[in-house]
């Protein structure tokens, strides 16, 4: 009897330590490794970095040559030539962020070769041979000050801003008048608060925008130019528009300039039967057709829907759209909003492009064969797209003092100091997209914890970050070309990050479905072994309470 039950008792005391062995193999083992090989893989992210970048600390400096002919120096300069000046504005953006605008100068006397090219005859050829002397670096401005009685600027012109980086001020008023001529120049060649506070029009209060703000051009690594002939009555028109050598000849070089800026591509297309959504009201007096200002905005919708090229662009499309009216509705003018016939005869809608309305002269005999063959003329038609081009980028040219000569850029259609306007935008507006993109990436990997981040998109991310604090260093020492290629980095870098397929949060299973996965896989394991345990707690507790026998 006492053999039986000290087997008995044995059996119980390997049964217990049966259940416990099971419980910690299941507790030291099995949950560890369940929990390393079915957790999220997250790489680290650098989130103090990328919130640093919210705030924007931007530092734009502008390096500026003031350089004095002969006869041109103020007797109130604080020190001799050579010598250098700092001047630092603050461009405020709202509560959170400021832009300090750095302006520094070096005043200096002319060389030799400067001063030969300062006795041209014409402002023109003398900024044509100083551009080949000048640092020709992107953001840099050079003024060549000349003596008040100088040759080389026409009658009443005190300023010429040449095509280049350059310009020519005359002599006279003592140092206080230079300078106000050069805060007049950094504004007109560089950059302004209101260009600055455009480019983050969407960090900006309302109320610190201009009208034209949210008119231009976002920032883009490409865009895609598409001309296209609207000839609504083929039967009576047989248009005949030569696109292609008109592109070569006034659009590529343009296209060739901005090329540092972005990516073009350059498309056209002839739509047929493609009428314009509003019916024009017939004006008996001057016996023509006529599209009022308000009636100018319904006229985009309709015509999109057939132009088709949007919808498979990765980038934003810049339309041009030549209108050759029926006949039924033929002439026809548009009105501004005075009521007055638009010199022109087109128009342009902000961020979409430009339509022009080209009127083919009625044939001299009622009885004249259909349809009539229609020369287009390029020169006119392209005229106007420029213009129409140069205002989508911001690049309207400012109302400015009489005694103010601006050079025109000529067939390159914009200036190389426009070019630096614009760069100068479109870094500012990369980096701040940048900051955008990794803030929400950021925020969103944060908030939804069972995203997997892969280590390509943290290297991405690292990349977006590091390209980003780049540009802001060469912001910082006048480098724009260097600033404005790390921001394009930038901007490439945090959008392939953003938009990681392995991002998709569809992509893994919710909280519930992992509960309804894994409950009927560990609960037949785990009531076994639960049940032991609470087997040897309660044997345990009741041998404690049993008293024990003395002999």
């Known amino acids: 009897m006492a053999a039986a039950a000290a087997a008995d008792e044995a059996e119980r005391a390997r049964g217990r330590r049966a259940a416990l062995a099971f419980a910690a193999i299941a507790v030291v083992l099995g949950l560890p490794l369940w929990w390393k090989t079915t957790e999220t893989y997250r790489a680290a992210l650098p989130y103090a970095d990328i919130d640093e970048l919210g705030q924007l600390p931007l530092q734009l400096a502008v390096p500026i040559a003031v350089v004095f002919a002969p006869g041109s120096v103020p007797g109130d300069l604080p020190r001799p030539l050579p010598f250098r000046d700092v001047e630092e504005m603050e461009i405020s953006v709202n509560l959170r962020s400021s832009i300090t605008s750095r302006y520094e100068t070096l005043y200096r006397s002319t060389t030799a070769q400067e001063e030969a090219a300062l006795d041209a005859a014409t402002a023109r050829e003398a900024d044509a041979a100083l551009c080949l002397l000048q640092d020709a670096s992107l953001g840099s401005l050079t003024v060549y000050v000349v003596p008040e009685t100088s040759s080389v600027l026409s009658q009443g012109v005190s300023v010429y801003v040449g095509k280049h980086r350059s310009a020519l001020v005359r002599a006279g008023g003592g140092l206080a008048a230079l300078r106000s001529r050069l805060r007049q120049l950094t504004q007109l060649m560089s950059f302004t608060a209101s260009s600055i506070t455009a480019a983050l029009s969407d960090r900006v209060p309302d109320?610190?925008?201009?009208?034209?703000?949210?008119?231009?051009?976002?920032?883009?690594?490409?865009?895609?130019?598409?001309?296209?002939?609207?000839?609504?009555?083929?039967?009576?028109?047989?248009?005949?528009?030569?696109?292609?050598?008109?592109?070569?000849?006034?659009?590529?070089p343009v296209l060739d300039k901005l090329s540092l800026v972005a990516n073009f591509s350059v498309d056209s297309q002839i739509l047929y039967y493609a009428v314009l959504g509003v019916t024009p009201r017939f004006d008996k007096e001057s016996s023509s057709f006529l599209l009022s200002a308000h009636s100018l905005p319904h006229v985009i919708n309709p015509v999109e829907a057939r132009l088709g090229s949007s919808a498979?662009?990765?980038?934003?499309?810049?339309?041009?759209?030549?209108?050759?009216?029926?006949?039924?509705?033929?002439?026809?003018?548009?009105?501004?909003?005075?009521?007055?016939?638009?010199?022109?005869?087109?128009?342009?809608?902000?961020?979409?492009?430009?339509?022009?309305?080209?009127?083919?002269?009625?044939?001299?005999?009622?009885?004249?064969?259909?349809?009539?063959?229609?020369?287009?003329?390029?020169?006119?038609?392209?005229?106007?797209?420029?213009?129409?081009?140069?205002?989508?980028?911001?690049?309207?040219?400012?109302?400015?003092?009489?005694e103010f000569l601006l050079e025109s850029p000529g067939n390159e259609g914009l200036a190389d100091w426009e070019l630096d306007r614009l760069l100068w935008a479109h870094t500012v507006e990369n980096i701040a997209t940048v900051s955008t993109t990794l803030t929400s990436l950021a925020q969103?990997?944060?908030?939804?914890?069972?995203?997997?981040?892969?280590?390509?998109?943290?290297?991405?991310?690292?990349?977006?970050?590091?390209?980003?604090?780049?540009?802001?260093?060469?912001?910082?020492?006048?480098?724009?070309?260097?600033?404005?290629?790390?921001?394009?980095?930038?901007?490439?870098?945090?959008?392939?990050?953003?938009?990681?397929?392995?991002?998709?949060?569809?992509?893994?299973?919710?909280?519930?479905?992992?509960?309804?996965?894994?409950?009927?896989?560990?609960?037949?394991?785990?009531?076994?072994?639960?049940?032991?345990?609470?087997?040897?707690?309660?044997?345990?507790?009741?041998?404690?309470?049993?008293?024990?026998?003395?002999?």
Do not use: C
Request: proline share 7%; aromatic share 8%; no cysteine.
């Open 207 to 252: 109320s610190q925008l201009s009208p034209d703000a949210r008119r231009h051009l976002k920032s883009s690594l490409g865009y895609e130019i598409t001309f296209s002939l609207l000839n609504p009555d083929p039967k009576s028109h047989d248009v005949d528009w030569d696109i292609e050598d008109a592109v070569k000849r006034y659009v590529q």
């Open 312 to 402: 498979a662009s990765l980038y934003p499309v810049l339309n041009f759209l030549l209108y050759v009216p029926e006949r039924s509705h033929s002439p026809l003018y548009i009105q501004d909003r005075d009521g007055a016939s638009v010199s022109t005869n087109a128009f342009h809608s902000p961020r979409w492009g430009g339509i022009m309305v080209y009127n083919v002269e009625a044939p001299d005999s009622p009885s004249a064969s259909l349809p009539l063959h229609v020369d287009v003329d390029m020169v006119r038609v392209m005229e106007v797209f420029l213009a129409q081009l140069r205002l989508l980028f911001g690049l309207a040219r400012e109302e400015l003092p009489p």
């Open 444 to 551: 969103l990997l944060d908030k939804i914890g069972n995203i997997v981040i892969k280590d390509n998109v943290a290297s991405e991310v690292y990349q977006a970050v590091a390209s980003a604090q780049s540009a802001m260093a060469n912001l910082a020492t006048g480098h724009l070309h260097l600033a404005f290629q790390a921001s394009k980095e930038a901007v490439t870098s945090s959008e392939r990050a953003f938009f990681d397929p392995s991002l998709l949060h569809l992509l893994y299973f919710p909280d519930d479905q992992k509960f309804a996965i894994y409950i009927p896989l560990f609960l037949p394991m785990a009531v076994p072994i639960l049940l032991s345990l609470a087997k040897i707690v309660r044997e345990t507790r009741q041998r404690k309470k049993e008293p024990t026998k003395m002999d």
